[in-house]
């Protein structure tokens, strides 16, 4: 073999060497990133579907849970409550949740799974711009929302208005009712946030 042929060789050899280090050091630098994240992280921050339990829930209490960084509410409505949305259609705007797509299982009088209709599920962000309403579940003056107060939520943000079903009052900032998120229930008291009942993950 000439000198020339070996210098070849070498320099082959020299360069698949470095290129070798580079994928090593490339390695090292993103895995203590992806390593700095545990599973359940990981899974979360790609918007992973959220297992809730509902059994100790107490009825007329608001739960909220996280799910694709927002919040979603979960509340056991009481009879009070039940009676109080067919008692708001006459102030609310969209009182068959027709102007915005929800998903078909909410386009009901409660806005929720026929086989468990107390139980209120919805993203807890204003449809307005983005404020989180308060909930004002007390009727009358105690929430000191006026004398007629049928209990739901209020937006301190810009006013708007929404009843224990969601729904949007006439005549407030908030465009549509409070969305309705993907849920299916994994038994009586396990709901699982972010999968439709017949669908797989949404
Ligand atoms: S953000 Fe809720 S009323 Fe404006």
């Given at each position: 073999?000439?000198?020339?042929?070996?210098?070849?060789?070498?320099?082959?050899?020299?360069?698949?060497?470095?290129?070798?280090?580079?994928?090593?050091?490339?390695?090292?630098?993103?895995?203590?990133?992806?390593?700095?994240?545990?599973?359940?992280?990981?899974?979360?921050?790609?918007?992973?579907?959220?297992?809730?339990?509902?059994?100790?829930?107490?009825?007329?209490?608001?739960?909220?849970?996280?799910?694709?960084?927002?919040?979603?509410?979960?509340?056991?409505?009481?009879?009070?409550?039940?009676?109080?949305?067919?008692?708001?259609?006459?102030?609310?705007?969209?009182?068959?949740?027709?102007?915005?797509?929800?998903?078909?299982?909410?386009?009901?009088?409660?806005?929720?799974?026929?086989?468990?209709?107390?139980?209120?599920?919805?993203?807890?962000?204003?449809?307005?711009?983005?404020?989180?309403p308060?909930?004002k579940?007390?009727?009358?003056?105690?929430?000191?929302?006026?004398?007629?107060?049928?209990?739901g939520y209020f937006?301190?943000?810009?006013?708007?208005?929404f009843?224990?079903?969601?729904?949007?009052?006439?005549?407030?900032?908030?465009?549509?009712?409070?969305?309705?998120?993907?849920?299916?229930?994994?038994?009586?008291?396990?709901?699982?946030?972010?999968?439709?009942?017949?669908?797989?993950?949404?």
């Amino acid at each position: 073999m000439s000198d020339q042929n070996i210098d070849k060789g070498r320099r082959r050899m020299l360069t698949l060497a470095t290129s070798a280090v580079a994928a090593v050091g490339a390695g090292f630098a993103i895995t203590p990133f992806v390593l700095s994240m545990t599973p359940s992280a990981r899974a979360k921050a790609a918007g992973a579907p959220v297992e809730v339990d509902i059994s100790k829930l107490d009825k007329g209490v608001l739960l909220t849970v996280e799910w694709r960084g927002k919040p979603v509410w979960i509340v056991k409505r009481t009879p009070e409550m039940m009676a109080s949305i067919a008692k708001s259609n006459d102030f609310v705007s969209d009182p068959n949740s027709e102007v915005v797509m929800q998903p078909a299982y909410a386009q009901n009088l409660e806005r929720a799974q026929a086989s468990r209709p107390e139980i209120s599920v919805m993203v807890g962000i204003c449809t307005h711009l983005g404020c989180s309403p308060l909930e004002k579940f007390a009727v009358g003056p105690a929430s000191d929302m006026g004398d007629d107060w049928l209990g739901g939520y209020f937006c301190p943000c810009h006013g708007s208005k929404f009843d224990m079903a969601g729904r949007v009052y006439k005549n407030v900032p908030a465009p549509t009712n409070l969305e309705i998120p993907p849920f299916k229930y994994l038994s009586e008291s396990q709901i699982l946030v972010g999968v439709d009942p017949e669908e797989g993950a949404a």
